[in-house]
């Protein structure tokens, strides 16, 4: 990543200052909690649109960026003062560099408990800031978590443009976009809040993740390549989860009588971006990618995860393999004790072969499994077709359809 290739982004006008907002579906999880809290906490990776949301939500509002130096020195010399000047309801972007604010909002808060919607927070480091609000905020706020748009927030999501919004917005500036965004990624996430220090391999290691995409983790595998030791990889994948590029997917543990395995599986949450760490510069090579069908499983692990979470709620995703090989890419704990059970297939034409897996774990499961086999989208589409007895066919769409329907 050639410092050529660096543009910044500014938080307070968007990168393409033409883009019109698209409503996001956290909007109403978002509203709900400004009536019954006096802060809400967004926090998400940087450039998923959190800023936007709430100056759509709050037009009106005062609005703070911490990542300004003069906001920052001011914020650290006089506190008080700084708080003192703000205009309820307030915006206070990226507090992860200024974490120490919160024990301020708190005080605020308590002087007037039955006041809601007053403070509204965004953080792009959700470790640190958790570990911040969890004392300070406890019981005050309610936590948010946004992601990359979802294909069901716009149509243009898609396997090789992912969900960032101004990568939709701007397609043709795709390569030149992620360029910049890792770069400023790597300054003010990395260097600065996590303390790595040397940006250099960890550009390499972001870049062998990526060629893990969709894989059991191994630290191992992953520390010889790069000369690092496996606490330090520990620590690495800690700040590309942390800071919200990056889902580690732990299996899913029952009494099936079976030895199962203990790590997690690991998935980069936007296609997009892993496509570009993986070097893949257009939609043909993507085609032809082998790495075709663990972006399709990531992809379709990406939807689940945003559905979820974009409903104001938790994340429930697992995996399961037992040590004979068994493997069922993901399981979703569903109502009234449902297990689904869902194979994914980068293919337009599922066959029943691609089923058996799921039976098998299904014959234990008995009455409490659903099983779905999630493929690509054809040009006519197909809704929803019995592949064998117990197992339902679907492209992605409906099955998120589906998932949403029955939540």
Known sequence: MSAHYVFEFPKAACLFPQMRFLPRTLEAALLKARRH????????????????????????????????????????????????ELKLPVILDEIQNAPELLA??????????????????????????????SEPLAGRAAILHLLPLSMRESPKVDLWLGGFPEVIARPGARDLWFSSYLQTYLERDVRAVTQVKDLATFCRFMGLVASRHGQILNKTDLAGPLGVSV????????VLETTGLLALIPPYFENFGKRLL??????????GLASHLLGLRSRSELERSPFYGALWEGFVAAEIIKLQINAGGKR?????????????????????????????????TPAPSMARPMQSLGRTLRERAEMWLVHRPSRTPAGTAALVPGVKAADLATFLQELQGSA
């Open 37 to 84: 809290f006096p802060a809400v906490v967004l926090t998400g990776p940087r450039r998923v649109g959190k800023t936007s949301l709430l100056r759509h939500v709050l037009p009106s509002a005062d609005y703070r960026l911490l990542e300004d130096p003069d906001i920052l020195a001011r914020v650290r010399t006089d506190p008080r003062g700084f708080f003192d």
């Open 104 to 133: 301020y909002v708190r005080t605020r808060i308590d002087a007037t408990p039955r006041k809601t919607g007053q403070w509204f927070i965004t953080g792009s480091q959700e470790s640190a800031l958790m570990q911040g609000i």
């Open 231 to 238: 606490p330090t990889v520990s620590h690495w994948m800690g």
């Open 262 to 271: 203990k790590s997690p599986r690991l998935y980069w949450l936007d296609s």
């Open 316 to 348: 429930e995703l697992y995996y399961f393999r037992d040590e004979q090989g068994l493997e069922v890419d993901f399981v979703l704990p569903g109502p009234r004790g449902i297990l689904r059970l869902v194979e994914v297939k980068a293919t337009r």
